[in-house]
């Protein structure tokens, strides 16, 4: 089990405004929060990070994914990939 996790993106895309993806991370030992948090806010694509309570709070009321379940796969718009 992996008890230090964040999650990464852009800002829209946490919010709910854009379509894209995540990145999650896992680690048995502490992830260099503040150095990445840095990082992500700084870089040319700006990017947000999410640990502790504030990714608790971004996955709460989520349901977890089962083995054997099938999952709804999301379909971007047509215009992310440059046809409207």
Do not use: W, Y
């Not at 896992?26 to 990070?49: F, K, M, N, Q």
């Amino acid at each position: 089990m992996f008890r230090h996790t964040l999650l990464m993106g852009d800002p829209g895309v946490l919010r709910g405004r854009r379509f894209g993806n995540l990145i999650l991370a896992a680690s048995r030992e502490p992830l260099p929060v503040a150095e990445l948090t840095r990082r992500a806010a700084g870089g040319i694509t700006r990017a947000r990070l999410l640990a502790d309570g504030d990714l608790a709070a971004f996955c709460s009321g989520a349901a977890p994914l089962h083995d054997g379940e099938d999952v709804a796969v999301p379909v971007p718009p047509p215009q992310v990939f440059g046809k409207s």
